[in-house]
């Protein structure tokens, strides 16, 4: 089946199938600015389209109206395959709040990697006012892993909570949330160990994986966390970027899952 070029996914929400019928959708927000202007889409062509949280499957383009001084509006009918979309890597992320115009490419690049969970937190070398950002606001984060997915080609969008406080989140938050046995790394350039030490080729068991903020964490902050169970790994020779390091763990993390045991 062809698709229109250029579209990665198509990603709708469930709530605008309710009542649809047989599947139709008027887009008239972003994506159908999208459609029109990058891509030119016309009548009769078929987009990589999913249900959010659901299935994936295609969308066939019915109507297109470019009406002069209003927004365009773009008429789908979505069919979902046969196969819902497979179950994603059982991976969270902590990440020290890094700088505001990092944060939106952080947050793409990890749900484009159908992360299940990403915790913000706080940390001493976290500048404060990071805390006050608007790119924290919950309608950008919200939009930052929506075109994560939509990149990725996942309808699942990651949860992603913000602690202003390190050791509230360390004590009632990571316990509360992460799965029982799952692998705790942190990652650490420094007197650690392989990340291939920690997770052996061929281990699927879930991963939470914390990493620093630009200059790292404090000792104290590398103390406190493996004394909850993390063990500290590098991935590599190179110190890397806070975004650069989310990306580095994932795509480790993503072949040794897929290497023979």
């Given at each position: 089946?062809?698709?229109?070029?250029?579209?990665?996914?198509?990603?709708?929400?469930?709530?605008?199938?309710?009542?649809?019928?047989?599947?139709?959708?008027?887009?008239?927000?972003?994506?159908?600015?999208?459609?029109?202007?990058?891509?030119?889409v016309?009548?009769?062509?078929?987009?990589?389209?999913?249900?959010?949280?659901?299935?994936?499957?295609?969308?066939e383009?019915?109507?297109?109206?470019?009406?002069?001084?209003?927004?365009?509006?773009?008429?789908?009918?979505?069919?979902?395959?046969?196969?819902?979309?497979?179950?994603?890597?059982?991976?969270?992320?902590?990440?020290?709040?890094?700088?505001?115009?990092?944060?939106?490419?952080?947050?793409?690049?990890?749900?484009?990697?159908?992360?299940?969970?990403?915790?913000?937190?706080?940390?001493?070398?976290?500048?404060?006012?990071y805390?006050?950002?608007?790119?924290?606001?919950?309608?950008?984060?919200?939009?930052?892993?929506?075109l994560?997915?939509?990149?990725?080609?996942?309808?699942?969008?990651?949860?992603?909570?913000?602690?202003?406080?390190?050791?509230?989140?360390?004590?009632?938050?990571?316990?509360?949330?992460?799965?029982?046995?799952?692998?705790?790394?942190?990652?650490?350039?420094?007197d650690?160990?392989?990340?291939?030490?920690?997770?052996?080729?061929?281990?699927?068991?879930?991963?939470?994986?914390?990493?620093?903020?630009?200059?790292?964490?404090?000792a104290?902050?590398?103390?406190?966390?493996?004394?909850?169970?993390?063990?500290?790994?590098?991935?590599?020779?190179?110190?890397?970027?806070?975004?650069?390091?989310?990306?580095?763990?994932?795509?480790?993390?993503?072949?040794?899952?897929?290497?023979?045991?």
């Amino acid at each position: 089946m062809a698709y229109a070029a250029g579209v990665n996914l198509l990603l709708l929400d469930p709530g605008e199938l309710t009542g649809a019928a047989d599947g139709v959708v008027v887009l008239a927000d972003r994506r159908a600015r999208h459609l029109c202007t990058v891509l030119g889409v016309t009548v009769g062509q078929r987009l990589r389209a999913g249900l959010v949280g659901g299935a994936l499957g295609d969308a066939e383009v019915i109507a297109v109206e470019r009406a002069d001084g209003d927004a365009p509006r773009v008429t789908v009918r979505f069919a979902a395959a046969a196969a819902v979309t497979p179950a994603a890597p059982p991976i969270d992320l902590v990440v020290a709040i890094p700088r505001p115009k990092v944060l939106p490419r952080l947050l793409e690049n990890a749900a484009a990697c159908a992360v299940r969970r990403i915790d913000l937190v706080n940390a001493w070398r976290v500048d404060k006012s990071y805390l006050d950002s608007p790119r924290l606001a919950p309608d950008a984060v919200a939009l930052a892993v929506r075109l994560g997915a939509e990149q990725g080609v996942t309808t699942r969008l990651p949860e992603v909570v913000v602690h202003r406080r390190l050791m509230a989140y360390l004590d009632d938050a990571l316990p509360a949330v992460h799965p029982p046995g799952a692998r705790r790394l942190l990652a650490h350039p420094r007197d650690a160990v392989a990340v291939e030490r920690a997770v052996p080729p061929g281990c699927v068991d879930p991963v939470v994986v914390a990493l620093g903020p630009e200059g790292g964490w404090i000792a104290r902050e590398l103390d406190t966390f493996v004394a909850r169970g993390f063990t500290a790994v590098h991935l590599g020779d190179a110190v890397l970027r806070t975004e650069a390091a989310v990306t580095a763990a994932l795509a480790q993390l993503a072949l040794l899952r897929r290497l023979p045991a």
